[in-house]
Each structure stands twice: as C-alpha cells, then as structure tokens.
C-alpha cells in the first residue's frame, strides 16, 4: 500500500519557539493532504486541507496563524506550530489522498509526531 | 451532513472469540465508508473500505466489514481474535471535499 512518513516522530521544544513538522507520500502522488490532532483517548480532529500549490484550508477554530501549512510539492507538506505553548502539546497525525481511486479516494495516514512543549 | 457513530468506546473479548465492532453512519448522499486501526503511539492504517461495490467487504488481518443500507451500518468483524488485534479501531465516511469524519473510536482489548 501507499506510504506516508513523517518527520520527527516525536518533539520536545520550550515554550515560545517553532516546531516544523513534514509529511510525505513515499510512492506516490498526493495533490491534497491532511492535517490532524489528536488528544489522548481520543479521536481525530481535522485541522486542515493542504492542497499543493494553493493556500491550505483551515477548518473552523484552527488559527491559521499559529498553525502555517506549506504544501509545495506533490509529495511534500509542512506543518509549523509557531510560538509553541504547553497547550499545543499533542500527537500530530498527516495524511494524503491517493488520487487514483475516483470519488473513494483513500487517505494514507503518516505514524504521527508527539510533539510536547515545556 | 455526514457523520458516524461508533457504538462502545470499549470492548473486550477473549483471544479466539468473534469480534464485532459497531459503526452506524449518517449521510445525505451514498457513502463511502472506511475502517482504520491504530496501535499506541502509531498512525493509522487502512483496514478495509467501502465504495459502492459488493456490500461484504474483506480487508486486512482476517477483518471484514458489511454495509447494511437499512440499517445505516458498517459493522467491523473477526472471527478469531488475536492478541495483536488489540487496537483503537475508527471508523469513518468520506465527507464533502474528500474529507473523513471520524467517529469516536473503539478500544479493543484482548485477553489470553
């Protein structure tokens, strides 16, 4: 199946700096991909759509300040958590679509990065 | 709107037992529904999904998954329960602009 990486698995970093997190589809394609978080014991929320070439898509509540989404390449997209507070402490989760299943596009999920902000 | 209700935030059966995880989905339009496992600290990896085609769907691990359009159903099962089958499992539907929503999430446990 499709391979989605990300990079790092996991972050430690003080409160106040910038933490790049990257995604990439391995094998394939991804004009879109997506951007996750997930508290513990939880599920997955969405936090935006980040297109290739184009502006990302930010769902209601997310700051689109605090959370920059670059997708410049087919295969690659970044996510910058800037000005980290303890609150943005949480298990990041990307994935990408493969575009070759028509309407039931699968997404491919990346193995996530912990980031934990002192 | 789409949306996805997963019945029992846990379960628990007996290595060797049937394992039967409830999903119950809403939708205005046909679905696309999928079914995803993740083990701690991990992503999430594709089990099986449904798109239109035969409504028994077989995926990975000895795991299928029926689509039922009368009872707004897509219930996850095993015959035989392995111990490696222990997981958070979540199922999902694809939503406008190839969004997944997600459902809350089924912990599986499984005893020896």
């Known amino acids: 199946g499709a391979v989605v990486s990300q990079h790092p698995s996991w972050v430690i970093c003080k409160s106040g700096t910038s933490v790049k997190i990257e995604c990439r589809s391995l094998?394939?394609?991804?004009?879109?991909m997506f951007w996750y978080r997930q508290f513990p014991k939880q599920s997955l929320m969405l936090m935006a759509t980040?297109?290739?070439?184009?502006?990302?898509?930010?769902e209601q509540g997310v700051e689109k300040d605090k959370f920059l989404i670059n997708h410049a390449s087919l295969t690659l997209s970044t996510l910058t958590v800037t000005s980290a507070h303890p609150e943005d402490s949480s298990f990041y989760i990307c994935?990408?679509?493969?575009?070759?299943?028509?309407?039931?596009?699968?997404?491919?999920f990346g193995p996530g990065t912990r980031l934990t902000v002192l | 709107a789409q949306s996805v209700t997963q019945l029992g935030s846990h379960v628990s059966v007996s290595e060797g037992a049937l394992v039967l995880l409830r999903c119950n989905y809403s939708?205005?339009?046909?679905?696309?529904l999928f079914w995803y496992v993740q083990y701690p600290n991990q992503g999430l990896q594709l089990l099986l999904k449904?798109?239109?085609?035969?409504?028994l769907v077989k995926g990975i691990n000895g795991f299928e998954a029926e689509f039922k359009k009368s009872e707004t159903s897509f219930h996850l099962t095993k015959p035989s329960a392995h111990m490696s089958d222990a997981a958070e499992y979540f199922c999902?539907?694809?939503?406008?602009?190839?969004?997944?929503?997600f459902g809350a999430g089924t912990r599986l446990a499984v005893h020896p």
């Open positions: 994935s990408a679509r493969d575009p070759t299943g028509g309407q039931a596009d699968t997404q491919y």
């Open positions: 094998d394939f394609q991804a004009t879109t």
């Open positions: 980040s297109n290739e070439g184009s502006k990302a898509t930010y």
């Open positions: 939708s205005s339009v046909p679905p696309y």
């Open positions: 449904y798109t239109s085609a035969a409504t």
């Open positions: 999902a539907v694809s939503g406008g602009y190839n969004k997944l929503i």
